[in-house]
């Protein structure tokens, strides 16, 4: 499994945009990059994943570095339900079947 | 989306006791499952990839024998752990591979069950 490496914690304030860094510099040639979240006390969630390009969705957006041995995940106005752990995760396929390995993760707080 | 269940989402039990979980894909069928363990402040380790009609698989170092588990239908895994004891107690999590509305592929997981052993 690619090893990943983020920073332990990130503070934001409400309403502004939020970048979150992950490094997964032994990443496959083959693996997606995956972004799940765990809000307190509860399962994660699928945030966003990608194999190349960067990619957008409702909730996020993902920009992958040219090399893939780093990716950010942005958060375009944050709000304070956004406050959780965030995971990058590179798994094989599109990640449906795969197991994912976590990491320690990223704490996003976000003020008021 | 597609929604897992856990059942029940919180239980205390003696030490010694087996305790059973369930999870269950709502609106989709799973032909495999996965099962986390997450003690405090730690993050997601699995455990085990369950199969729908055939034995499940084990991460290295958990007790099969302790930790059974059962995916007898296309929509219901259960985790049972035998004889548990204080160091047992953690949050366990299941998941199961789905199609978001957006035509994803991903894994959806269960709110998770917090099991506490006195």
């Known amino acids: 499994d690619a090893k990943t490496t983020q920073p332990n914690s990130m503070e934001s304030n409400e309403e502004e945009p939020v970048h979150l860094p992950c490094n997964h510099s032994t990443i496959s040639g083959t693996d997606y990059i995956h972004w799940y979240r765990q809000l307190p006390s509860q399962g994660p969630e699928y945030v966003i994943h990608g194999l190349t390009s960067n990619v957008n969705n409702r909730m996020a957006s993902l920009a992958i570095a040219e090399d893939r041995k780093s990716s950010t995940l942005i958060l375009h106005r944050a709000t304070l339900r956004d406050a959780a752990v965030y995971y990058c995760i590179p798994a094989s396929d599109t990640g449906a079947n795969s197991k994912l390995t976590f990491g320690k993760g990223i704490t996003l707080s976000v003020r008021p | 989306g597609a929604v897992v269940s856990q059942h029940p989402s919180w239980v205390i039990c003696k030490s010694g006791t087996s305790v059973k979980i369930e999870c269950r894909s709502l609106?989709?069928?799973?032909?495999?499952m996965f099962w986390y363990r997450q003690f405090p402040k730690q993050s997601l380790m699995l455990m085990a990839t369950s199969n729908e009609g055939s034995k499940a698989t084990y991460e290295q170092g958990v007790e099969k024998d302790k930790f059974l588990i059962n995916h007898a239908s296309l929509t219901l895994s259960t985790l049972t752990v035998t004889s548990a004891h204080p160091e047992d107690s953690s949050f366990y999590i299941c998941?199961?591979?789905?199609?978001?509305?957006?035509?994803?592929?991903?894994?959806?997981f269960g709110p998770g069950t917090r099991l506490t052993v006195l």
């Open positions: 998941s199961a591979p789905g199609r978001t509305s957006g035509r994803t592929d991903t894994q959806y």
């Open positions: 609106d989709f069928q799973a032909t495999t």
